[in-house]
């Protein structure tokens, strides 16, 4: 009887144990995926810096060559007068 009684706890036991272990590895597959995603959107977010970043270094060549050929209109036009 009594090993009967011991046998039926032990298999009792090990099926909770079982069934919490199940929870566990679904939280922790839920918590890779949403690692998972997380990095993925840093990921996009780094690629919208890099690119604002060089359309801002366009954008300052641009410029740059924006006033280097007014000076150099100024230029004539001083020396033209």
Same mark, same amino acid.
Not at 6 to 17: C, E, F, K, V, Y
Not at 45 to 61: I, L, P, R, S, T
């Given at each position: 009887?009594?090993k009967?009684?011991?046998?039926?706890?032990?298999?009792?036991? +090990?099926?909770?144990?079982?069934?919490? #272990?199940?929870? +566990?590895e #679904? =939280? *922790? !597959?839920? &918590?890779? @995926?949403?690692?998972?995603?997380? @990095?993925? +959107?840093? $990921?996009?977010? @780094? #690629? =919208?810096?890099?690119? *604002? &970043? %060089?359309?801002?270094?366009? *954008?300052?060549?641009? !410029?740059?060559?924006?006033?280097?050929?007014? *000076?150099?209109? @100024? $230029? %004539?036009?001083?020396?033209? $007068?």
């Amino acid at each position: 009887m009594r090993k009967t009684l011991a046998i039926a706890l032990m298999l009792t036991a +090990s099926l909770g144990l079982a069934a919490c #272990d199940k929870k +566990s590895e #679904d =939280k *922790a !597959q839920d &918590a890779n @995926q949403h690692a998972q995603d997380a @990095q993925k +959107s840093m $990921s996009e977010a @780094q #690629d =919208k810096v890099n690119e *604002a &970043a %060089k359309e801002n270094a366009d *954008a300052a060549k641009a !410029q740059a060559e924006s006033n280097k050929a007014a *000076a150099q209109e @100024q $230029s %004539k036009e001083a020396t033209g $007068s």
